[in-house]
Each structure stands twice: as structure tokens, then as C-alpha cells.
């Protein structure tokens, strides 16, 4: 933890209420995508990352540096939120092309069919990742949407570092195969998959 975020941490703890606002204001945007691509709908990501955040500020207490970043822990709590909703509400639970092709206007040098070619290969990559589980679609947000090692994914999903990896490589395998060309995956996701 930097030092800035545990001076932050010890502010919150004092009861600074400039501190809750500026850890929200840090984390917030990282944790309502998280919660969004999982539960794919924008309320629901909205309440769970205020829960996300009032359960955390009042357990800030517990909050342990020396087992976990700030960030990771957060993480842990979302997930754990954005997984009782959706066991409550039985949805879908990514919509991954949010995270890899904002709807962004084409330059004016790319050509037609260059851009359908690409929305082709965007149509086939969300096809292929909503037929993965939920486990390798969590592993496939936190270590490819959210830029998570695989030891921070570990601490966020509750598993061992070896699960976290072989999550991310049986995702890899289920995809090639939905996929059935590894140019696509690799061009959309930047994967190697060697």
C-alpha cells in the first residue's frame, strides 16, 4: 500500500469525511465497472457499489495492509455483492464487449468493410464469452477488463493463485474452441494462446 492510501485509510478512520470522499472518488470508477460487466445492468451496479462502499467504510476497521491492497479487498467485496444479485436474480452475468470496444465513431480513413469486419469479430466474441461459466467469466473480467495479476485475482475471487491461473487458461481453451480461429481472440483480447 502506498503511503498516501494508508494516510488516507488513517484520515477515514478518524472519522475525515474528506477522506471517505476522496477513497470513494479514487475507487469507485474501477469497482462500479467490475460491477457492471458482471451484472449488466446499470442500477444494479450502482446499489451494489454503494453497498460495496457503506460495508466497507464501517469495516475499514478490519481492513489488514499486510494481507491485501486496498484495492483487491474492495474488489472482494463487490464481487462477493455482485454475486448474491445475481444468484437472487438469476442474470446474465457479463457483457464483455462493453469492457473491450466502446461504441467509438470509426476514424474517417477506416474503411467499410473494415469496420464490419470488426463488428463480425465483436458479435463473435461476445457470443463465445457468454457461453463460459461464471467462474471463467469473473477470471476472464479481473485479469483482462481490470488489469488484475493473478495473485490480486486470487485474493478477489477466494481461491488459490494456481486456481486463479487455470480459471484464465480454461477460459483461453473454452474460447479458442467457441472461437474456432485464435486470431480473433488474440486480436480482440491480446492474448497469446500459444
Not at 450502482?46 to 499486510?66: I, P
Not at 463480425?120 to 476472464?140: G, I, M, W, Y
Not at 480459471?167 to 481472440?185: D, F, K, N, W
Request: glycine share 4%.
Amino acid at each position: 500500500m502506498t503511503e498516501a492510501t494508508d494516510a488516507l485509510i488513517r484520515r477515514c478512520l478518524q472519522g475525515d469525511q474528506s477522506g471517505f470522499a476522496q477513497l470513494y472518488d479514487e475507487y469507485a470508477p474501477a469497482i462500479y465497472r467490475l460491477c457492471y460487466s458482471l451484472l449488466l445492468n446499470a442500477q444494479d451496479a450502482e446499489d451494489v457499489l454503494q453497498e460495496t462502499f457503506v460495508y466497507a467504510f464501517r469495516n475499514l476497521h478490519r481492513y489488514d495492509a499486510a494481507r491485501s491492497a486496498l484495492k483487491t479487498w474492495l474488489y472482494t467485496i463487490a464481487l462477493s455483492r455482485c454475486r448474491n444479485l445475481y444468484r437472487r436474480k438469476r442474470l446474465p452475468l457479463l457483457n464483455f464487449s462493453l469492457l473491450l470496444s466502446p461504441d467509438l465513431p470509426a476514424p474517417n480513413s477506416e474503411l467499410p468493410e473494415a469496420t464490419l469486419a470488426q463488428r463480425d469479430l465483436h458479435a463473435a466474441l461476445l457470443a463465445a464469452l457468454k457461453e463460459l461459466s461464471p467462474a471463467l467469466r469473473e477470471a476472464v473480467i479481473l485479469r483482462y477488463g481490470h488489469g488484475l495479476t493473478y495473485r490480486e485475482m486470487a485474493a478477489v475471487l477466494g481461491c488459490p493463485q494456481k486456481t486463479a491461473e487455470s480459471r484464465v487458461r480454461l477460459a483461453h481453451e473454452r474460447l479458442r474452441g467457441l472461437l474456432q480461429s485464435e486470431t480473433i481472440l488474440e486480436e480482440w483480447v491480446g492474448l497469446e494462446l500459444s
